[in-house]
């Protein structure tokens, strides 16, 4: 089946420095891709949806200075958190959409486990 | 505003046992369902699915009920077995309008030996 992979699975870096996620999309061309965001004990929420080739539409309360997000390609997409505070820890998760099935095509990533100290 | 709920934190079952996870929604445009397995330090896995053209989806030991009039969804895993110990979430989306999954905040399951 259709598979996102996603790098690293957990990182810790220290407070001020940035950190990037990937997520690949091994066997199909996702034009747009999601990333989710889940502190502890809450849902994940959706933060920003990015689409191949142009700027990545941010979910209200998310900063896109903070949080870029970089889709140069139909198989990866980028998440660079900038400026990492002990706040931005959290779980970070990619899915796209897969082409070909329809309304209901969708995988996930494996998730980064980011922790900021 | 959280449009999927998952209203029990937490669920203990005996081995064998059937094993029942309730999601609730509120957004009545909400047309695909979908419950995913989560153990700690993981990305979700996909367990099952379900559009709204349907009200029952069976795919071996785990069975998911849509009832759309009371906007509830509920995963059946029978019988339950340990390594079903993880954190369950309910998801779902308006494939009409948008791509966007809104999550439950998830149950965690615990199979007793």
């Known amino acids: 089946g259709a598979v996102v992979s996603q790098h690293p699975s957990w990182v810790i870096c220290k407070s001020g420095t940035s950190v990037k996620i990937e997520c690949r999309s091994l066997d199909f061309q996702a034009t747009t891709m999601f990333w989710y965001r889940q502190f502890p004990k809450q849902s994940l929420m959706l933060m920003a949806t990015?689409?191949?080739?142009?700027?990545?539409?941010?979910e209200q309360g998310v900063e896109k200075d903070k949080f870029l997000i970089n889709h140069a390609s139909l198989t990866l997409s980028t998440l660079t958190v900038t400026s990492a505070h002990p706040e931005d820890s959290s779980f970070y998760i990619c899915s796209a959409r897969v082409p070909g099935q329809g309304a209901y095509g969708y995988t996930f990533g494996s998730g980064t486990r980011l922790t900021v100290v | 505003d959280q449009q999927v709920k998952q209203n029990s934190p937490s669920l203990s079952v005996q081995e064998g046992r059937i094993s029942i996870l309730n999601c609730d929604y509120t957004n009545s445009m909400f047309d695909y369902f979908l419950w995913y397995k989560k153990y700690p330090a993981e990305g979700p896995t996909f367990l099952i699915s379900i559009s709204s053209i349907k009200d029952k989806n069976e795919d071996g030991r785990f069975t998911v009920f849509l009832n759309k009039s009371a906007k509830h969804l509920s995963l059946h895993i029978v019988p339950s077995q340990p390594g079903d110990s993880a954190v369950y979430f309910c998801a779902a989306s308006d494939t009409f309008t948008g791509n966007q999954f809104y999550f439950g905040t998830g149950t965690s399951l615990t199979v007793i030996p």
């Open positions: 990015s689409n191949e080739g142009s700027k990545a539409t941010y």
